[in-house]
């Protein structure tokens, strides 16, 4: 039997009669924009975190735009960035009319490389914007004092990582600002598109607000350049139903997750998840040097897999600027890594049987 990479319809099933139901209240309430579905889910996932303020935006690029346009820097400003992330995390910078300033990751855990990351401040650096890539924490405490230590504004793109944590703490809990996307298949997932931000001060809360919403606090009263950039009501009403299922979808996947790490031969590298690190693997990675080959074996045995990604941000068209440069770490695991399945909608059974198709490679 095939084994797909992700099937959302599968994933959803189990909240289907929740859904539906949510639909027909929806329609019955006739409200479209803005409405208290909107207001319960800033709410709700705020009080997941443990935190104040959450701006529901349109979706994750926009949450990592907004943030950014609310840290008021000059045009040429540079942001720290890492060198292997998906390329929505640049183009917000570019986007805001921002230098991206790319820095490589740890080999081990792919996540920014703190110890690389002082190297790249110059005086015109003005934010650091980590990523916690397949849903582990990057380390945050070295990170965490750099920003201090330089001034420097820090910024979440939490789109991998709904509930991973770091020393206890929540992903999103660290930053100024920290943008989630909740695409259909990220660990929370809407039935569109749909993204928020966590922000720690009132200001910056009012200010995103105001963005996401043409600038406006009040109907037809445009205090700043803002955007139509809002959390869709339907897609807040869905989220709503399937938030307080996030840990144990979390839990699902690191159970799958486990029996890969338990399972496959070392002639995989699989992802080292470091002491104190909670990864709740929104993508499970393996490396290999034949990766294309792997790919190919695992097809023909009828299981899908995904690569992220296949090509280095410097190397992509979009970024011309920086096709000269050379990120050979970001390079490498661009060359070898392989997602395998590891879906809420996938069985221990599955997992179990590509584990064993892999190990069966040669
Ligand atoms: C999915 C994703 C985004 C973008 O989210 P959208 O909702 O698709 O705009 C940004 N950053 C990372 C790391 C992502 O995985």
Redesign the pocket.
């Known amino acids: 039997m095939e084994i797909q990479y992700e099937n959302l319809k599968t994933l959803n099933k189990p909240f289907e009669a929740l859904l539906k139901q949510k639909f027909s209240d929806f329609l019955d309430k006739g409200w479209y924009i803005l409405g208290d579905e909107v207001a319960q889910f800033e709410q709700e996932f705020g009080l997941y975190h443990h935190e104040k303020y959450v701006v529901g935006v349109a979706?994750?690029?926009?949450a990592?735009i907004l943030s950014l346009r609310c840290c008021a820097l000059e045009k040429g400003d540079e942001v720290i960035v890492p060198s292997n992330?998906?390329i929505?995390?640049i183009l917000a910078i570019l986007h805001c009319d921002l230098v991206p300033v790319f820095v490589e990751p740890d080999i081990h855990t792919y996540n920014i490389d703190p110890k690389k990351i002082e190297l790249a401040i110059t005086p015109r650096t003005k934010a650091i914007m980590v990523?916690h890539?397949y849903g582990q924490c990057c380390d945050m405490a070295p990170i965490l004092d750099l920003a201090a230590r330089y001034k420097l504004k820090l910024i979440e793109?939490c789109?991998?990582a709904h509930g991973a944590s770091y020393k206890g703490k929540l992903a999103g809990t660290f930053g100024d600002f920290s943008a989630f996307?909740?695409?259909p298949t990220?660990n929370l997932g809407a039935m569109g598109?749909a993204?928020a931000v966590i922000c720690k001060k009132e200001e910056d809360y009012i200010l995103l607000k105001q963005l996401r919403n043409y600038g406006s606090e009040k109907k037809y009263h445009n205090s700043v350049v803002g955007y139509n950039s809002r959390l869709d009501e339907l897609q807040a009403a869905f989220l709503r139903i399937k938030l307080p299922f996030l840990n144990q979808i979390n839990a699902h996947k690191q159970a799958l997750a486990s029996i890969y790490q338990q399972t496959l031969s070392d002639q995989f590298i699989k992802p080292v998840v470091v002491n104190n690190f909670e990864h709740v693997y929104h993508i499970y990675n393996i490396r290999h040097p034949e990766r294309d080959r792997l790919k190919a074996y695992l097809q023909k045995h009828q299981i899908g897999t995904e690569i992220h990604y296949p090509v280095p941000p410097h190397h992509q068209k979009a970024l011309k600027q920086m096709n000269q440069m050379s990120f050979p770490i970001s390079s490498l695991i661009h060359e070898t890594t392989l997602s395998l399945p590891c879906s809420f909608a996938h069985s221990t059974d599955q997992i179990k049987q590509v584990a064993e198709i892999l190990n069966k490679f040669d």
């Open positions: 979706n994750g690029l926009d990592l992330t998906y929505a995390t990523v890539l793109d789109a991998q996307s909740f695409y990220k598109d993204g």
